[in-house]
């Protein structure tokens, strides 16, 4: 087509100017090409990232099918800061009207070193490759025992829970874990029962004991 384009051009325009219109227009074409092959390199790259980043979803459908959509913070590169990943958080008030599946929020927080946990959703994204240890606390009412679960992106990754007790009663578990960079880790309601927690006592905490490859 390109050829076809060259010959048209030069069998209308005078003997005198062919040359300097052949030069240009070889020269233009050369930018096509090259433009072209930019393009289709770009479109590698675009195609790698979106592979890449297809395993870190942004929602989380519950087991009662309601969306939790994710509104994460900027990662902090844990190299720049000097910093290893850690953080803290926990309930600011007393939260009721737990459901079914329902990520827990702990909006308080109190510590993050690589502003890596987001405490509009509760969730934390891993910022590096490594060994992490979890850490969340429960505290229930006398009508509230509740069956817990820390979530991943990829799976459950442990399991906690709070027992019924004619006052109140605290529960959780600790977990470690062996992430990959961009997963999603919080900490959900599992079943139907149980419907308190108290704010200063309900806490979900982490830290990177071992960066890996």
Known sequence: ???????LILTNIPASLQSSYNDN???????L???EKDNREKDSVISFLLEKTKYCPTSYIGSDNGTIQHSKKAISNPISTGLLPA???RLSRDLTNIGTGQPIVFDLETLDT????EPSDGIFTVPMNGVYVF???????????MDTTLMSTHGPLGFGFVSHAENYENGGNLIIAKLTSGTHV???KADKYGDFLHERFSTFSGYLIQETD
């Open 135 to 145: 850490y969340w606390n429960l505290l229930t009412n006398q009508a509230s025992g």
């Open 25 to 31: 227009l070889s020269d233009i074409l050369s930018r």
């Open 87 to 89: 953080f803290h958080a």
């Open 33 to 35: 090409e090259k433009l």
């Open 186 to 188: 919080w900490v959900k």
């Open 1 to 7: 087509m390109k050829s076809v384009l060259l010959f």
């Open 114 to 117: 690589t502003n890596s946990y």
